[in-house]
């Protein structure tokens, strides 16, 4: 076992005082060149790592921690999010951070630049964020980093961004499912469908849309349509059920997020469970149609995880000068009526 060497150990070892070492390990100076140049040969050599717990609770400081994330009373998908944050919160509690949590309508852009004009008047010291819009997710990132904040954001990733990053390789996850639907169907038109009010702003979606085509695309001789169906909120049910009457031939419905349930419902009603249906998250109605047959494949993005993970490399990066990764992708789980069972219970 290594050996922990205490303030006077490397102080006698040196043969300097033990405000000398400690003027060294914490940058204090007023210390000769040579001295200094002799305590830190000397600490690299025993290999010595300070207490950064026992530092730090003594600094008594507080942090100031903002996030920008998605109402979950508006899409319960990210109703999971804030138990990946408390266990966080809970890992440190020895640290006084404060979180200030800035919800906004996951369908409604003025929303999200209205909350983040609020967690910057928190004068947070760093920020947690889901950058669901692309266009203003990408402006109000730029402000972050001209204001020297660090953003670790999860889920989403915007491209060319200086933020950090939590979550799957989006187009890969389209890939899945595509091999997934491979599997199940052996010819016949699918369709791709996205239920959102701003698919043209909705980065997460059209990555999963390329991977799934560039899987069928890499395949030789396959001739049957790939379909797109861009829906909103509003208008899901009708504009599905005149889309499935517009396309008889269908045998396969990839749904780009966690809104497979509206797809399922329907195909249940209308009496087409022979069109298979391969979608995302682990939201109680897709579990529910997936353990009755009419979802075939869910993919598990597991926002819990990701918030989970985005706010203690957040933490760890203020108390203890962690780098925050740049990015941390996440298994891409495939999730079937015989194996959901664990994954509801983490």
Same mark, same amino acid.
């Given at each position: 076992?290594?050996?922990?060497?205490?303030? *006077?150990?490397?102080?006698?070892?040196?043969? &300097?005082?033990?405000?000398?070492?400690?003027?060294?390990?914490?940058?204090?100076?007023? =210390?000769?060149?040579? =001295?200094?140049?002799? &305590?830190?040969?000397?600490?690299?050599?025993?290999?010595?790592?300070?207490?950064?717990?026992?530092?730090?609770?003594?600094?008594?400081?507080?942090?100031?921690?903002?996030?920008?994330?998605?109402?979950?009373?508006?899409?319960?998908?990210?109703?999971?999010?804030?138990?990946?944050?408390?266990?966080?919160?809970?890992?440190?509690?020895?640290?006084?951070?404060?979180?200030?949590?800035?919800?906004?309508?996951?369908?409604?852009?003025?929303?999200?630049?209205?909350?983040?004009? *609020?967690?910057?008047?928190?004068?947070?010291?760093?920020?947690?964020?889901?950058?669901?819009?692309?266009?203003?997710?990408?402006?109000?990132?730029?402000?972050?980093?001209?204001?020297?904040?660090? &953003?670790?954001?999860?889920?989403?990733?915007?491209?060319?961004?200086?933020?950090?990053?939590?979550?799957?390789?989006?187009?890969?996850?389209?890939?899945?499912?595509?091999?997934?639907?491979?599997?199940?169907?052996?010819?016949?038109?699918?369709?791709?469908?996205?239920?959102?009010?701003?698919? *043209?702003?909705?980065?997460?979606?059209?990555?999963?849309? #390329?991977?799934?085509?560039?899987?069928?695309?890499?395949?030789?001789?396959?001739?049957?349509?790939?379909?797109?169906?861009?829906?909103?909120?509003?208008?899901?049910?009708?504009?599905?059920?005149?889309?499935?009457?517009?396309?008889?031939?269908?045998?396969?419905?990839? &749904?780009?997020?966690? #809104?497979?349930?509206?797809?399922?419902?329907?195909?249940?009603?209308e009496n087409k469970n022979h069109i298979k249906l391969v979608g995302y998250d682990l939201l109680a109605e897709n579990v529910n149609y997936l353990k009755d047959g009419v979802i075939d494949f869910l993919i598990h993005q597991n926002p819990r995880q990701q918030a989970y993970l985005g706010l203690k490399f957040l933490i760890e990066h203020l108390v203890f000068e962690k780098e925050i990764p740049g990015k941390h992708l996440l298994p891409i789980d495939i999730i079937n009526s015989e194996?959901? #069972?664990?994954?509801?219970?983490?």
């Amino acid at each position: 076992m290594m050996k922990k060497y205490t303030i *006077k150990d490397i102080a006698e070892l040196a043969g &300097v005082s033990k405000g000398t070492i400690d003027r060294v390990i914490h940058n204090r100076g007023n =210390v000769a060149k040579d =001295v200094e140049d002799k &305590v830190k040969q000397l600490l690299s050599d025993i290999d010595y790592q300070p207490n950064l717990i026992a530092r730090n609770l003594k600094n008594n400081r507080i942090y100031q921690i903002g996030a920008l994330l998605p109402d979950p009373k508006k899409d319960a998908y990210w109703e999971v999010c804030s138990d990946g944050i408390q266990q966080a919160l809970s890992e440190f509690s020895a640290f006084d951070i404060r979180m200030n949590t800035f919800l906004f309508d996951p369908t409604d852009t003025k929303s999200f630049v209205a909350q983040h004009k *609020k967690l910057l008047d928190s004068a947070p010291d760093i920020i947690l964020m889901v950058p669901l819009f692309y266009k203003e997710a990408k402006t109000v990132l730029e402000q972050y980093k001209s204001l020297n904040i660090e &953003v670790c954001t999860f889920n989403n990733q915007i491209d060319a961004s200086s933020a950090s990053f939590i979550g799957q390789d989006l187009y890969q996850s389209g890939r899945v499912a595509a091999k997934l639907m491979h599997s199940i169907i052996d010819n016949g038109d699918m369709a791709i469908i996205h239920i959102d009010e701003k698919y *043209k702003n909705a980065v997460h979606m059209q990555e999963k849309e #390329k991977g799934f085509k560039s899987y069928f695309e890499d395949l030789n001789g396959f001739k049957d349509a790939i379909l797109k169906c861009k829906i909103r909120y509003t208008e899901t049910e009708d504009k599905l059920r005149d889309f499935l009457k517009d396309h008889p031939n269908l045998t396969g419905i990839f &749904v780009t997020n966690s #809104k497979a349930f509206h797809v399922a419902r329907l195909l249940e009603s209308e009496n087409k469970n022979h069109i298979k249906l391969v979608g995302y998250d682990l939201l109680a109605e897709n579990v529910n149609y997936l353990k009755d047959g009419v979802i075939d494949f869910l993919i598990h993005q597991n926002p819990r995880q990701q918030a989970y993970l985005g706010l203690k490399f957040l933490i760890e990066h203020l108390v203890f000068e962690k780098e925050i990764p740049g990015k941390h992708l996440l298994p891409i789980d495939i999730i079937n009526s015989e194996n959901v #069972k664990p994954f509801l219970r983490a």
